[in-house]
Nanobody, 122 residues
Framework: QVHLVESGGGLVQPGGSLRLSCTAH???????IGWFRQAPGKEREGVSC????????YYGDSVKDRFTISRDNAKNTVYLQMNSLKPEDTGVYYC????????????????WGVGTVVTVSS
């Protein structure tokens, strides 16, 4: 079992940046890690995932070229660098872990953090 804790959320103006961190209490190196978000009144959606096998990354269409996911296995931490933020990026951001073969969607993940709130507003 992996216990995940998100941090780094907050209030930022449109066009600004934030870096989210997902720290695991347990070894993160064997798991695919994903970032997901849920806006008020909407379903949870996949934002980005990173493989534990080869470091391959996946991004949702709405965040491509703006967000970057990375992992530091020595620190048991996965980061999500978010640039050029838009109001529609507002939501609760969750990190989750799955097996190396998991799909990058809410059904493929096994363990979830409690989330961190990101608000993009002027």
């Amino acid at each position: 079992q992996v216990h995940l804790v998100e941090s780094g959320g907050g209030l930022v103006q449109p066009g600004g940046s934030l870096r989210l961190s997902c720290t695991a209490h347990g070894f993160i190196s064997d798991y695919k890690i994903g970032w997901f978000r849920q806006a008020p009144g909407k379903e949870r959606e996949g934002v980005s995932c990173i493989s534990s096998v080869d470091g391959a990354t996946y991004y949702g269409d709405s965040v491509k070229d703006r967000f970057t996911i990375s992992r530091d296995n020595a620190k048991n931490t996965v980061y999500l660098q978010m640039n050029s933020l838009k109001p529609e990026d507002t939501g609760v951001y969750y990190c989750a872990s799955g097996t190396p073969w998991s799909y990058c969607n809410v059904y493929g993940m096994d363990y979830w953090g409690v989330g961190t709130v990101v608000t993009v507003s002027s």
